[in-house]
């Protein structure tokens, strides 16, 4: 690791605010504010791999953000064989929206890492989440003042993996790639889009997928603390 880092960027979602436990937590709120009467674990389990397609899907630019929130319930009550009208659809998207920074779970070790960086690197944040709720997780909760710059891709008009976002975020941070490193989950936008503009990157690999060896990895966000 090099020793003349002075810049660190972090994921949101999946990497220092728990999204699963948060996304979880809403649905069984709005399934009850809709009666929407199933089985939360069965609904959850069929959800979170389509949501992950759709959201591959809109960093790639094939779906909008109205097709992502739309499509990824409708297909999940489709696949439970489940029948709800579109108008229910459209206000769980909406529902979801509004009260998912009611939740604001954030991974174990999120604090204590950022206590221990602060006084050490300038601390920034990268995140394709959308921008009207991606500030409001920071605030609550409670991590919005460690970091001095917040990088959307909605700023931006593209997603991670794509190389504009890194350099808009580089560029607000006053920073540059040399002396920066990227953390994050996921291994194609994070990851691989850090490394391919010249970026380094530590793979918060918490769900323990196979990654190429020689990707830095961790599976707590203490172990960063031995390579920053």
């Not at 699963?20 to 089985?39: A, G, P, Q, V």
């Not at 409670?142 to 700023?155: A, D, G, L, P, R």
Request: hydrophobic share 40%.
């Amino acid at each position: 690791m090099s020793h003349n880092i002075t810049d660190v960027f972090f994921d949101l979602d999946h990497t220092l605010w728990d999204f699963d436990r948060n996304s979880s937590l809403t649905f069984e709120m709005i399934f009850k504010m809709n009666n929407i009467t199933l089985d939360l674990n069965d609904f959850i389990s069929i959800y979170e791999p389509i949501n992950l397609r759709y959201w591959k899907l809109y960093r790639e630019e094939q779906v909008d953000k109205a097709a992502l929130r739309y499509g990824r319930l409708s297909e999940t009550f489709n696949a439970l064989n489940v029948t709800v009208d579109d108008i229910v659809i459209n206000k769980l998207a909406d529902d979801y929206i509004t009260y998912l920074t009611s939740h604001n779970h954030i991974f174990e070790g999120t604090i204590e890492l950022l206590e221990y960086l602060k006084p050490k690197y300038n601390l920034h944040i990268i995140t394709n989440g959308f921008g009207e709720a991606q500030q409001h997780k920071l605030e609550k909760s409670k991590i919005s003042h460690y970091f001095k710059t917040v990088t959307n891709s909605e700023m931006v008009g593209v997603k991670k993996p794509n190389p504009k976002i890194f350099h808009y975020a580089l560029n607000l941070a006053k920073s540059n790639k040399e002396t920066s490193i990227m953390i994050g989950d996921n291994y194609e936008a994070d990851i691989m889009g850090a490394l391919d503009i010249g970026l380094d990157a530590i793979c918060f690999n918490y769900h323990k997928t196979k990654i190429a060896s020689n990707i830095k990895q961790v599976n707590h966000l203490l172990e960063i603390k031995s390579l920053l």
